[in-house]
């Protein structure tokens, strides 16, 4: 009698752990169902049936879509535009003591070419150089459909919330026909194309600081720029002829790396900036100490 409520007992525990078992399975099953009705909407049940065929394949676009960088070369000069105002220009016009920036966006644009603007903007607002005095800022829309009145909305725009005197002056929107529009992007290596489907451009983020006299001097990517890294460039471009000597002394420090598009730390020169300024001190002090020791000595008797 014992034995068989014992066997009764055994049975229910298993029956308990069965429905256990199987309950965390029906979970387990309705989640992974969950998950994979969120990850692959019923609008991509085709693509699944062929799971590798887009793995590590670049969609067509955007294979004519990228940065060549061409560092030290220049731009054609010669190239005319129309400027906010309508009027026809020269690049040349933007160009002659001063170092610009230059970024190429389309003001239609509705997400990408904003935050390249925007954290252009924000990086310049960050820095102590001064837009006009110290630099200027070229932006050529690469859209040739545009129009000056777009172009005078966007200077409008920026330069109010860079918020400096004479920004307006020394920040250019610039539109123009596709065939000057395409010469200067080749020129700086800016890749892009057009979509028709989306009427939309597809491109790459980045800016470009060239020299006074439209050499490429350097390329910051992404849309969001560090100041001390733009404010390095700048300075760069212009030869030390702009910034401090703080500036200068950053410059010995820190090596610009095309690969990053940022400065890094050269640890050697540290070293030897370190190593000249342990040699002043030492030999200040030991001057220091020289004096001092030759007015403390009494004087010598006759």
Known sequence: MNSHKGRAVVNREHRAKSKVRNGVATAALATAVWLASML???????Q??????NIGVRPELLKDVGIDQKLNESIPLGLTFNDENGKPVELRQYFGGKPVILSLVYFNCPMLCTQVLNGLNRSLKNISLDLGKDYAVVTVSIDPTERPVL???????YTG???RAGAAEAWHFLTGNEPQIKQLANAVGFRYAYDPDSKQFAHASAIMV???????SRYFYGITYPSRDLRLGLVDASEGKIGTPVDAILLFCYHYDPGTGKYGLVISRVIQIAGVLTVLVVGGLIFLLA???????????A
């Open 291 to 301: 004096r001092r020791e030759h007015y403390a000595l009494p004087p010598r008797r």
């Open 161 to 163: 919330m860079y918020g």
């Open 151 to 157: 172009a005078s909305a966007k200077q409008q725009l």
């Open 48 to 53: 699944l049936t062929d799971p590798i065929q």
């Open 210 to 216: 060239l020299t006074s006299e439209g050499r490429i």
């Open 40 to 46: 692959f909407p019923a609008g991509t049940s085709a």
